[in-house]
Each structure stands twice: as structure tokens, then as C-alpha cells.
Nanobody, 123 residues
Framework: QVQLVESGGGSVQAGGSLKLSCAVS????????MGWFRQAPGKEREWIAL???????DYSGSVRGRFTISKDNKKNILHLQMNSLTPEDTAMYYC?????????????????WGQGTQVTVSS
């Protein structure tokens, strides 16, 4: 059974940083697109960072320039470095995998999901 387990969430003040990690088991992260999503209360789940099998990366406009997605292929872990956090970044953050080499933007197309890790940014 494929498992994705996020960690690294927490509470920080505006302007602070956090690094999220997603440990993946029974699935090779280099074999498909991997992504980070987030969902704030009352809002839909949205993609924020994607990395495909060719290591091409895409960021949503809301995080571009502040967040960095990366992969540790040896450890099979996906990371998200988040800098310059604002209260608008407060959400549950999820990692996900889709069984395609090239990324999709629609969360419904992703096959595997972690349980999420909460990020809370105070002003």
C-alpha cells in the first residue's frame, strides 16, 4: 500500500519559514509527478507546487518566489521550503502523487495523498 506521510508543519509568525517533508513508501517519487497542495478552511484544495519526472517545476502565483519544491531521490522524500510566510498561507498542506510523468493541476487527478500537516501563520 502506497503511503505518503507529511511532517514539518507548525505555527510561525509572519515572515517566518517552515520546511515540509513528505516521506513516500511503496512508490518511487521519480516515477511520476509529485505535488504540494493546500486547503484553507472554507476553501477548495489548490495546487501550489509541482515537480515532474524530468524535474520540471511549476508554482502557483501565490507562492512563486517564496516556496521551493525539491526531491531527495535517494531517500524518496519530497520537500517544500516555505519562506516569507504570511497569514494567507495558513492551511492544511498535503503532498500527492499522480501516475503520470507530466504534472496535472487538478487535485482530482492525483492518485495518492498524505494525511496533511497543518501550517498556521500569525500576524
Amino acid at each position: 500500500q502506497v503511503q505518503l506521510v507529511e511532517s514539518g508543519g507548525g505555527s510561525v509568525q509572519a515572515g517566518g519559514s517552515l520546511k515540509l517533508s513528505c516521506a513516500v513508501s511503496r512508490y518511487t517519487i521519480t516515477s511520476s509527478c509529485m505535488g504540494w497542495f493546500r486547503q484553507a478552511p472554507g476553501k477548495e484544495r489548490e495546487w501550489i507546487a509541482l515537480i515532474d519526472t524530468y524535474s520540471a517545476i511549476d508554482y502557483s502565483g501565490s507562492v512563486r518566489g517564496r516556496f521551493t519544491i525539491s526531491k531527495d531521490n535517494k531517500k524518496n522524500i519530497l520537500h517544500l521550503q516555505m519562506n516569507s510566510l504570511t497569514p494567507e498561507d495558513t492551511a492544511m498542506y498535503y503532498c500527492a502523487a499522480v501516475r503520470y510523468a507530466i504534472c496535472r493541476f487538478d487535485p482530482s487527478e492525483f492518485n495518492y495523498w498524505g494525511q496533511g500537516t497543518q501550517v498556521t501563520v500569525s500576524s
